[in-house]
């Protein structure tokens, strides 16, 4: 199984502070993704990693940016966190092979008061 | 316009019953994948099975098969005599065309919470 880690795994912070959050990948892969659930919308993409230096955005990018300097970490950062983007933040990693799976990290908790 | 729809937000069932959640797809792509996720109250995305839409056959995986009716595009999850340990939200998925770079973007339905009752 891919080895993909998420750290902080619960936070709280305060209204206009920045937050970042990291993923971290234990083997090769390319394709890393951040995702944020909200209860009655399921999971929504927020941006992904093609490579590192490349990044795009999902469809939920504003008030978000994404940085990838090494293969294996694919940092998320709230330039100035609002109550909105109190979530549940998912890095997951595709690990290809005969599903062109997904392999999803545990999950970071935000609460923005 | 939604492409994953699950239209059951909760559901119950009795053990060692079966059941089965619904899901519809929207997409013009002929080349996509779907995926069944279970998420238990501690958070973690599990995954449980995954149809191709080249896939003649229905997917199974022990207790969970998928109805997959392309012409109807659903792909509705069955889990076959339930257990307690079933009890969770699940979420449907497509894989479908691809992002920039080449990979492919994962869209998620708004999940079925599923309680197995004795």
């Known amino acids: 199984d891919a080895g993909i880690t998420q750290s902080p795994r619960h936070k709280v912070t305060e209204t206009g502070t920045p937050v970042t959050l990291r993923c971290h990948q234990t083997e090769n892969h390319r394709y890393m993704y951040w995702y944020r659930q909200d209860p009655g919308h399921g999971l929504r993409l927020i941006h992904y990693?093609?490579?590192?230096?490349?990044?795009d955005k999902g469809e939920v990018s504003d008030g978000y940016s994404v940085s990838r300097s090494k293969t294996e970490d694919f940092l998320l950062t709230l330039e100035s966190a609002t109550s909105s983007q109190t979530s549940v933040y998912f890095c997951a990693i595709a690990t290809g092979g005969r599903y062109y799976g997904y392999t999803f990290g545990s999950g970071t908790r935000l609460t923005v008061v | 316009a939604q492409k994953i729809t699950q239209t059951q937000p909760g559901m119950f069932v009795q053990e060692k019953e079966a059941v089965t959640l619904d899901c519809t797809y929207d997409t013009s792509d002929p080349s996509y994948g779907l995926f069944w996720y279970k998420q238990p109250s501690s958070g973690e995305m599990i995954f449980l099975i995954y149809?191709?839409?080249?896939?003649?056959q229905n997917a199974t995986e022990g207790r969970y098969s998928l109805n997959f009716q392309k012409a109807r595009k659903s792909a509705n999850l069955v889990i076959s005599a339930s257990q307690l340990g079933d009890s969770a939200m699940y979420f449907c998925?497509?894989?479908?065309?691809?992002?920039?770079?080449?990979?492919?973007?994962?869209?998620f339905g708004t999940g079925t919470q599923l309680k197995v009752e004795l």
């Open positions: 998925a497509m894989r479908e065309k691809k992002l920039t770079g080449g990979g492919n973007k994962l869209t």
């Open positions: 149809q191709g839409s080249y896939d003649q």
């Open positions: 990693s093609y490579g590192v230096k490349d990044t």
